[in-house]
């Protein structure tokens, strides 16, 4: 059996590139991270082999017994990392990615056009929290539930949960979503309990992006006051690319979600589970509950406190004003210019951060700001002076898309695109200093 760069040398140089892309680059994007050489020597191993369909002990295929000493251990540190109680709560480490994850919860706990309420995706939630334009149900949660998203106060920047409030008592969901993909502060769980519970309505976290922060104590602990909370594993919890589903062990609202879970997740939408991701996430849940990893999530934050503070002395106006986590959302808005521009300029210096929508958003298709977060460059030692010296860095950028202004967009991409690229274009000697 040969080696991958003699098997095939196409697909070798392509990961060397994407290798050296990484290593190059200020990793800024606020849901990746760099997970460490021991899980991907977990995702690169024989694991990948072995069909295992069913739970540990209760297998479809036989050769199951230490894929069945993986998954318990997995399902073990999953509970101690969020320091939970095994008589109370069970966790699913099988499902493949963060969006099956939550169709999984879904299909266990609803009927078809049942209603649900997540955070609107334009004012920061995620696609497979139920969004929907007012021309498309685009995401397959908004076609099989009838979604009526809660959204932010657009002058404060925080969840609207008088309005939430309102809206649930007159739209009865069966299920409250929190959670969000681009929300720079906590989530108020106990209202958000008292309002799922005036209606009758379970209560879901998903933690996807601020699961590491969770684990580390870092922020709020949606444990105590949520049925059902949902997490992806690969952003600040560092780990492989998937995801796992906590569920409450008593029956809520006369449903037993531990049955009802994990048959949604098998028979109902997967196949064999992915044990090549069970065995990184197991890897992974050990450092979760080391001193280091605690250490690295406080500085995730103070990081990103650091950065926001930076942004906001060079006069940019952030979503909220700042951030409990370890994110920014920066509002381009009031310089006449948009996220998308800017997140190709910064690009092209390798400064890798996305354009997103801020509340008051007209069109997703050029949003009006960009996210950045701190986890990824964290991970590779930055500290406060160094993210200081990166929110310098967009700012360039930012002047840079500015001064362009005048070129873009449209027709005149192209000689916009030449300006940038020809002309002494500083950003690129610093960061590869
Ligand atoms: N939930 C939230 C809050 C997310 O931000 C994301 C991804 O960005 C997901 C779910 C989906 O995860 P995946 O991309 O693994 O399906």
Not at 143 to 163: A, K, N, Q
Not at 375 to 381: E, K, L, N, Q, S
Request: proline share 6%; net charge neutral; charged share 25%.
């Amino acid at each position: 059996d040969h080696g991958l760069s003699e098997a095939d040398p196409d697909v070798r140089s392509i990961i060397d590139k994407e290798k050296q892309r990484q290593f190059k680059s200020l990793e800024l994007i606020a849901s990746e991270n760099f997970t460490s050489r021991a899980v991907m020597e977990a995702v690169g191993s024989c694991l990948t082999n072995k069909y295992s369909e069913g739970l540990p002990g209760k297998r479809y295929y036989g050769g199951n017994e230490h894929i069945d000493e993986l998954e318990t251990l997995c399902q073990q540190r999953a509970l101690a990392a969020f320091r939970l109680d095994k008589n109370k709560w069970g966790v699913n480490v099988q499902p493949l990615s963060g969006s099956p994850a939550n169709f999984e919860v879904y299909t266990a706990i609803l009927n078809p056009h049942d209603r649900i309420m997540g955070l609107d995706l334009p004012h920061g939630g995620h696609l497979s929290h139920g969004f929907m334009t007012p021309k498309r149900r685009v995401s397959g949660t908004s076609i099989y539930f009838e979604s009526m998203p809660y959204r932010l106060d657009e002058t404060t920047g925080i969840v609207d949960y008088d309005m939430l409030e309102k809206t649930a008592n007159l739209f009865r969901p069966k299920l409250i979503i929190a959670g969000a993909s681009a929300y720079p502060r906590d989530f108020d769980y106990p209202r958000m309990r008292k309002i799922a519970d005036a209606v009758g309505a379970f209560l879901m976290m998903d933690m996807a992006h601020i699961s590491g922060l969770v684990a580390a104590s870092v922020v709020a602990d949606p444990f105590e006051f949520c049925d059902i909370v949902t997490t992806t594993t690969h952003k600040s919890l560092r780990g492989p690319r998937g995801g796992m589903i906590f569920f409450r062990k008593d029956p809520v609202l006369g449903v037993d979600l531990e049955s009802a879970i994990n048959n949604a997740v098998f028979p109902g939408l997967q196949g064999g589970p992915h044990n090549h991701t069970i065995g990184g996430l197991a890897v992974c849940l050990k450092h979760a509950q080391s001193p280091e990893f605690k250490d690295y999530q406080n500085k995730v934050v103070s990081n990103c406190r650091a950065l926001a503070s930076r942004l906001v002395e060079l006069g940019y106006k952030l979503v909220s004003g700042g951030s409990d986590n370890h994110l920014v959302l920066v509002d381009l808005r009031p310089l006449g210019i948009d996220g998308a521009r800017v997140e190709k300029i910064l690009d092209m210096a390798s400064i890798t951060l996305n354009k997103n929508s801020v509340p008051g958003d007209k069109s997703a298709l050029v949003p009006g700001g960009i996210r950045i977060g701190s986890p990824a460059m964290t991970t590779r030692g930055f500290t406060e002076k160094e993210f200081i010296a990166v929110a310098d860095f967009i700012h360039e950028g930012v002047k840079i898309t500015l001064n362009a202004k005048p070129l873009a967009p449209g027709s005149k991409l192209q000689e916009f695109l030449k300006f940038v690229t020809t002309s002494d274009f500083p950003l690129i000697d610093r960061v590869s200093d």
